[in-house]
């Protein structure tokens, strides 16, 4: 009995430090996407700077608004999907419509990119594309977003996204 309680007290420790390490490689996650996206504001004007965080707060609301509606289709369709009396073409036609949403979330996403585009200079505008691409260029896929780990030796070349961080 008392070698159980140990094993399980253990076994417990390690779970905890695991949880740790893991919320501390989130922090470091966190704080190196916050560095880059400091990197392209840096040469605006204060102009500039008002006119592109009136046009990401009126994406913000239209967005909001969009997402709020997308839930509610989605809770929908669920209900739709735990019914068994539902017709398999309504079911269809709420799929649908949640794609035209998500559809239009894009859509509003990429007008405000044109937006900001439009409000800087062609040197910013160069800046805020190699920007943009850096962050989907090097953490892949959304998926991958929680394996960064940043590269302590330099002389590894190994991939941003491997899990394993060049160990």
């Known amino acids: ?63 909001s608004e969009m997402r709020a509606d997308l839930k509610i289709k989605k809770a929908e369709l669920n209900k739709m999907r735990l019914s068994s009396e539902t017709p398999e073409s309504e079911i269809n036609s709420k799929v649908d419509e949640i794609a035209g949403i998500r559809a239009e979330i894009q859509k509003e996403r990429l007008a405000c990119e044109r937006t900001i585009l439009n409000e800087l200079t062609p040197e910013q505008q160069a800046k805020y594309r190699m920007h943009k691409g850096s962050k989907r260029g090097m953490h892949g896929h959304k998926g991958f977003k929680d394996t960064y780990r940043p590269m302590k030796n330099k002389k590894m070349r190994m991939h941003p996204n491997c899990p394993y961080g060049g160990r």
Request: aromatic share 8%; hydrophobic share 45%.
């Open 1 to 63: 009995m008392k070698t159980k309680v140990f094993f399980l007290s253990v076994f417990l420790m390690c779970l905890l430090t695991i949880n740790l390490l893991a919320q501390k490689e989130r922090m470091e996650y966190k704080k190196h996407r916050a560095e880059m996206g400091c990197v392209f504001l840096d040469d605006l004007t204060d102009a500039q700077k008002e006119k592109i965080q009136a046009i990401k707060i009126e994406k913000h609301q239209k967005n």
